[in-house]
Nanobody
Framework: QVQLVESGGGLVQAGGSLRLSCTAS????????MGWFRQAPGKEREFVAA????????YYADSVKGRFIISRDNAKITVYLQMNSLKPEDTAVYYC??????????????????WGQGTQVTVSS
């Protein structure tokens, strides 16, 4: 049984930083896509960041480019999202996602097979 468990969310002031972590159990995703999505109240879930395999190129939504960094620790089967210069519009529930297959479009939520439970990030102005 594959599980993704997220941690690291919380309340932070605008301009601050948070680091989200997502640890997988049940299998390794070293050569498969892992990413982060978010969903704000009243909005659809949107892509934030992903990479197709550990060490592969990282992709970011335009809204977070230059502020967020995705990285992985293969030994811990963990993917991180370092979030800097946070803005109130970054407030959302953040979800970790992993795919059990190689994907042609890792920016799309439908390409992912496994999801974490979500962690709340709130940025105050």
């Amino acid at each position: 049984q594959v599980q993704l468990v997220e941690s690291g969310g919380g309340l932070v002031q605008a301009g601050g930083s948070l680091r989200l972590s997502c640890t997988a159990s049940g299998r390794t995703f070293r050569t498969y896509p892992m990413g982060w999505f978010r969903q704000a109240p009243g909005k659809e879930r949107e892509f934030v960041a992903a990479n197709a395999w550990s060490g592969g190129n990282a992709y970011y939504a335009d809204s977070v480019k230059g502020r967020f960094i995705i990285s992985r620790d293969n030994a811990k089967i963990t993917v991180y999202l370092q979030m800097n210069s946070l803005k109130p519009e970054d407030t959302a529930v953040y979800y970790c996602a992993a795919s059990g297959r190689r994907s042609s479009n890792i920016l799309v939520s439908a390409e992912y097979d496994y999801w974490g439970q979500g962690t709340q990030v709130t940025v105050s102005s």
